[in-house]
């Protein structure tokens, strides 16, 4: 298949808003694509480059290149230069992939540059999410949704579904089965803004559960065999053997366990999230790291165990499975609402919810129980109750946006005030701005516009914005050394000054 083609469905996508619209699309484009090219199709389309990151900066892409008159690039070729790209190291590597970089670009049209430049950065934004693409699957292969889904969940990924669909028919989905040492993807929860408003959604009998800042992770063994999977479905068994050690002392020998590992003090209290996911993410020196800051898992649901699948099964029935395997101080903790009705029900849901944040917790996950696991989907059945932190901040800078932002102000440099009247830069967000935001921003930002290096500019501290974040956590990129985790813009507030912005101290003091 020729990137043109890819690039042009992407450009068709992102221009319409109709789900029906861009389904179809997507369908004829795998259609043409076959078994080999639509693996590479589906992430391309979703903005994610199948090596990961390239070692590819902006500096880079910025260099004008003149585009080619037709169209000759395949999508396979494209993906295996961008490889070999990828793979190039040591000294003079940079300049390397530049170079190589520079000849890919001299040999795609001018839509083909812009969806490469997109796809490099990040910003192939043309809503052409996995759950769409599944579907257009489906319609392309002429099976039934549902069953394209479930085999999608069993896979762990899109990808072996499409080309097994594509190359073998409807017939291929029953190949694909829950597989104890085969990772699936996680069930995700949507928000409620309360408990009570969480248990009125669900309507019947309910879980609440602590919602711990740790690391998703899947648990498989089979007999002697362990296999950890974090939420992206990659292995990090080597680098948590105590979590291996612990579940081989569990009665069966062959299940699926979905949970967190936590690093928690001695107090029992959670110790910063940056320390979990610094001890997951380490790949050097694991006994030092595991002594230095040992990681505990809680688990809160159960796949497979005692040979069975257990994923169409009702919640209530998991847990008790899981309560027969696992230990309960390895198990989350939990309250049971039998009636959403009962008033001393709800009562105890709200208490439980307002422990588990004075036990130092991110809030609540609030469990139907006669729900099944809907893995790789946000479930209607699991809502998560946590607060919502906001910070009215200053914008410092803004970076011109790229891809579908160019010619926009996007990234923006959020500071807080200093006792002096200065500003701390606290870290940067582009979450959260719809088009009309930016648009808005960008106007007004050049208004403050002081500097303006072609990639940063910096502006007069004086615009407000209100800012929702998840957590602080320690940074030594930053003058305060902490930084926001999962920033996103909620509002612009020109009702306030700078001088009314959140101060540090004021920042330091919700520091866990």
């Not at 996103?488 to 520091?511: I, N, P």
Request: hydrophobic share 40%; proline share 6%; net charge neutral.
């Amino acid at each position: 298949m020729l990137l043109a083609r890819l690039a042009h469905v992407s450009l068709e996508v992102a221009a319409t808003s109709a789900r029906t619209r861009k389904t179809a699309l997507l369908a004829g484009l795998f259609r043409d694509a076959g078994p080999d090219d639509v693996p590479v199709v589906i992430p391309y389309l979703a903005g994610r480059l199948p090596q990961g990151r390239l070692g590819i900066g902006w500096s880079s892409l910025r260099v004008p290149v003149t585009p080619a008159d037709e169209p000759t690039l395949t999508v396979a070729e494209t993906n295996a230069e961008l490889t070999a790209i990828g793979a190039l190291t040591g000294p003079g590597s940079q300049a390397a992939r530049k170079e190589r970089l520079v000849r890919l670009l001299g040999a795609a049209t001018a839509d083909e540059q812009y969806f490469l430049r997109g796809l490099l950065t990040g910003e192939v934004r043309q809503g052409a999410l996995d759950a769409l693409a599944v579907d257009a699957l489906a319609d392309a292969a002429g099976a039934p949704r549902p069953e394209v889904r479930r085999a999608v969940m069993l896979a762990g990924s899109l990808g072996p579904v499409a080309r097994a669909l594509l190359a073998e028919g409807p017939g291929a989905l029953a190949s694909f089965r829950l597989t104890v040492g085969r990772p699936v993807q996680p069930m995700l929860a949507h928000t409620a803004r309360s408990v009570a408003e969480a248990i009125d959604r669900l309507g019947g009998p309910c879980a609440v559960e602590e919602k711990l800042d740790g690391i998703r992770v899947q648990v498989h063994r089979d007999g002697p065999r362990v296999r950890v999977y974090t939420r992206t479905l990659d292995d990090i068994t080597d680098r948590l053997p105590e979590l291996a050690a612990a579940v081989t002392g569990f009665p069966d020998e062959r299940f699926i366990l979905d949970g967190e590992v936590i690093a928690l003090g001695p107090d029992g209290r959670p110790r910063p999230f940056q320390e979990t996911a610094g001890r997951v993410g380490s790949r050097r020196d694991v006994a030092t790291a595991a002594d230095a800051v040992p990681v505990v898992p809680v688990f809160f649901d159960a796949l497979y165990a005692d040979g069975r699948d257990l994923l169409d099964l009702p919640f209530a029935e998991r847990h008790r499975e899981l309560a027969q395997l696992v230990p309960e101080p390895m198990r989350v903790r939990r309250l049971v609402v039998d009636d959403p009705g009962d008033e001393s029900g709800r009562a105890a849901a709200v208490a439980f919810s307002e422990e588990t944040l004075a036990r130092g917790h991110e809030g609540v996950v609030i469990k139907g129980t006669e729900a099944p696991y809907s893995a790789g989907r946000r479930g209607a059945s699991w809502l998560k109750v946590k607060p919502v932190h906001t910070l009215d901040l200053v914008v410092l800078a803004a970076e011109w946006g790229h891809g579908r932002r160019t010619g926009r102000l996007s990234n923006l440099h959020l500071g807080a005030r200093r006792d002096d009247g200065t500003f701390a830069m606290l870290g940067k967000t582009f979450k959260g701005l719809t088009d009309t935001l930016l648009a808005w921003q960008t106007e007004r930002l050049r208004e403050l516009a002081t500097a303006d290096d072609g990639h940063v500019v910096t502006v007069r501290p004086e615009l407000v914005v209100e800012i929702a974040y998840d957590g602080l956590q320690s940074s030594t990129r930053y003058p305060e050394g902490v930084t926001l985790r999962f920033a996103r813009v909620l509002r612009y507030r020109e009702d306030k000054s700078a001088e009314e912005a959140d101060t540090v101290e004021t920042v330091l003091s919700r520091r866990v």
